[in-house]
């Protein structure tokens, strides 16, 4: 029995040894990684302010569609059959004289 002590403490020092070697990475490939995770970040950085920029311009054209269709609409003619009805636009002219120019009396 006093030879197994030495033994289990020599193979607990070689177990605990590599534990120690596996949760320590090299300094240079922490670097790197420390490295490459900012140039990730930086990248999706970039692309959310490019879909952020998109959606605004997005935006911008669609006012600008909006708007030239409003104009258009405030320059057409305000017909009663543009606007679905069958009608006179103005005041009927009920008077005789009126109705007769109109009628070719």
Known sequence: MGGSVPIISSVIGLV???VNQQ???DVPDRA???EAERRAQEEEQRKKEAEIRKREREKV???RSVEQKRA???NAPKTTLA???AGLREKA???TKQLKTRLGE
């Open 83 to 85: 606007n679905g009805g």
């Open 61 to 63: 054209t669609e006012a």
């Open 23 to 25: 949760r320590k990475p």
């Open 16 to 18: 605990g040894g590599m």
């Open 72 to 74: 258009a609409a405030g």
């Open 32 to 34: 790197a990684q420390i």
């Open 93 to 95: 002219a009920v008077d």
